[in-house]
């Protein structure tokens, strides 16, 4: 066993007008120019007190070290003082190190070794820092020089093959995305943005409240919660989006969700301000926070369905976007009469029907091919874990060929 500080040597360099690209790490990209994933400017005016990375050092980020933020540098480069940046020593291969420290093994013996708050909690991954103080004192196994190129080699081309895979489900998953946002296109082209307003078919206006709540989600049937922001996000409404609610807050059943309210986000991001869906199922404890409106249809006038599909098209997005006010692109609103306000000449509540019905049976084939791509995916990213955790702890003969 090596200690890995035998192993690597931290490097803090910095050189004050040196001309070298701004590097970032990615999870899965590793180490690159920080141009190639932003177009944002730095923020700092200079960089004279940015650290200095070398071709073939290994740079991770402190806070989501955990996450496999971490990579070999391919070129020369500088990074914020957010990341660390390590030199192997003679006779340590960085990309077999760089696949050790995505293993398994080695985030368990990182998280023996976490202080601070959320130590050893995934759920608190990005929040628990880890420095090279700690790295340096886990003892692992590295083989000979030799071995290690073999190793890193070996991992090279099979993490290629699964990451290849991975690419092509998430272009499935994009094309089924826009197919899926073509069909309520359709649908909904009947629908003029002019004429009535959508007051016109509203009989009632709720909005929640968002006291203190616990962090885990409820029933909504047992036991009392309230509903979170992006309850309504997609256009489905997602129940198990809530917090439970604490013993000592007395809840309030006047703003519980009914079935068939139309559920429309009143903040969130510019691309999901506005959001609507409406309420499957009966929930009798599950309650609405204040970034929500529950609006009650005229049945006689309107499908709800169907007017949740409409607020989700592209034309309605745009006019839902354009009114959305606030100074942080993280976090817009809109306001109720904004909302009531919004055009929408109906057709008959029976073709509303109809076309609601399409909908749900169409959207809901491709939803589930959508939900079964990624769970395609969820077991290749495990795969893709396990095989670099064997491969670096001795588990795989990484010298038999592929087809062996």
Known sequence: MTRFGHAMEKIDE????IDLPLMSVSQTRGVIRRSELT???????SLDAYKVCRRNDIVFNKMSIRAGAMGVAAEDGLVTYHYEVMRPRPGIDPHFISYLMKSSWFTEELIKRERGIGAGNQANVRTTEVPFSVLKTIDAFIPSFGEQRAIAEYLDRETARIDTLIEEQQRLIEMLRERRRAVVEEAVSIVATSGARLKHIIRSVRQGWSPQCYSW???GVETWAVLKTGAANGGRFRPTENKELPEDEIPRPDIVVTQGDLIVSRANTRELVGSAA???GDFPRLM???KLYAFSLDESRADSRFVAAVLGSRRWRDLIELEATGASHSMLNISQSDIVN???SLPSVDKQRQLAAHLDETTKKIDTLIV???HFIELAYERRSALITAA???QVDVYETHDG
């Open 39 to 45: 177009d944002t400017p730095q923020r700092a005016e």
């Open 372 to 374: 079964e791509t990624m």
């Open 288 to 290: 609405l926070c204040d």
């Open 342 to 344: 919004l055009p929408m």
């Open 14 to 17: 910095r050189i004050p007008g």
């Open 278 to 280: 409406v309420v499957e």
């Open 392 to 394: 670096v702890t001795g």
């Open 217 to 219: 989600p409820a029933d």
